[in-house]
């Protein structure tokens, strides 16, 4: 590995994106000035030892003068947030998913049970970033002012001084198929949504009143929950395959071809199970039909045919958004 582009990288990786490519071809061009024309990797290796840890470096081109967390632990500061902060909110999320599932009203009053839900998990998710960033920097302060920077917790900061030889551990991800955090959090969200819906669906997918009194409520299912239900291992297995990917994508943080086999696997199998599901003839509820079509005044020839057109669309899309996903995932690890 050459360790002026590691070095490089873990200084601008360090710093706003904006600023990354600048500084990038301006600490490359310093580096290159401080070494000879024919240059040797100890004499890189002493160059880079000069610069200094790449951490503290990459603070220094802050434009802010004044700092809350010093240059020396600020790196550490953030890392270790990008650590905590993931992992609070995956938890966050996982036990709000499990009290929605477990406390679901079965008085079928959708419409409070959603907004409240919302609500909470607004309210809930604001508290534990906010919790998480205050302790954190508050230990950071603490730690910086009145105690030994060189004692932290093992999972904060190295005790062992930083050398040009760590630079050999470094893996320098391409921006192209890098994985953002954001990414991260969006698919767990969504695995948690897709759980709660499927084994919700006899209360959440159907047909609705309202009235001035109960508001919307909850009058029929429009699929048959016991062949939804029919699915479920296949169903349970995909979803678990999902968050275990998931997970593996926040380790690594890039696609890679295990990644990206085992993502196109994953979408070949929902998009299966979709198909076959879709083509069940008992998947739609039998009451719904008749109570459909006399609301809205035609037969119910015509309900089941707008339903088949409906689940047509949904196929067509699934496939064309797998297909693109697929060959997306194996484009962005082939580039390693």
């Known amino acids: 590995m050459d360790l002026i582009d590691a070095y490089i990288y873990e200084v601008i990786r360090r710093i706003p994106k904006k600023k990354r490519d600048a500084i990038g071809v301006e600490l490359k061009s310093t580096i290159e000035d401080m070494l000879p024309e024919d240059f040797s990797e100890l004499e890189v290796k002493e160059a880079l030892l000069k610069l200094g840890d790449p951490a503290i470096l990459a603070a220094s081109y802050q434009q802010e003068p004044k700092y809350l967390i010093g240059p020396e632990l600020y790196s550490t500061y953030m890392q270790t947030i990008k650590v905590v902060l993931p992992w609070a909110i995956l938890i966050t999320i996982i036990v709000l998913l499990v009290k929605s599932i477990f406390s679901f009203p079965a008085d079928g009053l959708l419409l409070s049970a959603i907004i409240q839900a919302i609500s909470i998990t607004i309210a809930t998710m604001i508290e534990v970033v906010l919790q998480v960033l205050f302790w954190i920097t508050i230990a950071f302060?603490?730690?910086?002012?009145?105690?030994?920077?060189?004692?932290?917790?093992?999972?904060?900061?190295?005790?062992?001084?930083?050398?040009?030889?760590?630079?050999?551990?470094?893996?320098?991800?391409?921006?192209?198929?890098?994985?953002?955090?954001?990414?991260?959090?969006?698919?767990?969200?969504?695995?948690?949504?897709?759980?709660?819906?499927?084994?919700?669906?006899?209360?959440?997918?159907?047909?609705?009143?309202?009235?001035?009194?109960?508001?919307?409520?909850?009058?029929?299912?429009?699929?048959?929950?016991?062949?939804?239900?029919?699915?479920?291992?296949?169903?349970?297995?995909?979803?678990?395959?999902?968050?275990?990917?998931?997970?593996?994508?926040?380790?690594?943080?890039?696609?890679?071809?295990?990644?990206?086999?085992?993502?196109?696997?994953?979408?070949?199998?929902?998009?299966?199970?979709?198909?076959?599901?879709?083509?069940?003839?008992?998947?739609?509820?039998?009451?719904?039909?008749?109570?459909?079509?006399?609301?809205?005044?035609?037969?119910?020839?015509?309900?089941?045919?707008?339903?088949?057109?409906?689940?047509?669309?949904?196929?067509?899309?699934?496939?064309?958004?797998?297909?693109?996903?697929?060959?997306?995932?194996?484009?962005?690890?082939?580039?390693?």
């Open 141 to 336: 302060i603490i730690t910086e002012r009145y105690g030994n920077t060189k004692n932290l917790l093992f999972f904060m900061k190295s005790n062992k001084e930083w050398t040009p030889e760590d630079l050999k551990k470094t893996k320098i991800i391409d921006k192209d198929n890098y994985i953002p955090l954001t990414d991260i959090i969006f698919s767990i969200l969504g695995i948690a949504i897709f759980t709660f819906v499927y084994l919700n669906a006899a209360h959440l997918i159907g047909i609705y009143s309202s009235d001035e009194r109960s508001g919307l409520k909850f009058v029929m299912p429009i699929f048959n929950q016991d062949t939804l239900l029919s699915y479920r291992p296949i169903i349970l297995f995909c979803i678990v395959l999902s968050m275990a990917l998931t997970i593996y994508k926040w380790k690594v943080r890039q696609w890679t071809m295990p990644i990206a086999i085992i993502s196109a696997v994953l979408q070949c199998m929902g998009t299966i199970v979709l198909i076959v599901m879709a083509n069940q003839p008992d998947i739609i509820h039998s009451a719904a039909i008749p109570y459909m079509a006399a609301i809205m005044e035609t037969t119910s020839t015509k309900i089941l045919f707008t339903l088949d057109r409906i689940l047509l669309v949904v196929i067509t899309l699934t496939i064309l958004a797998s297909v693109f996903d697929i060959y997306s995932g194996f484009k962005k690890a082939k580039k390693r």
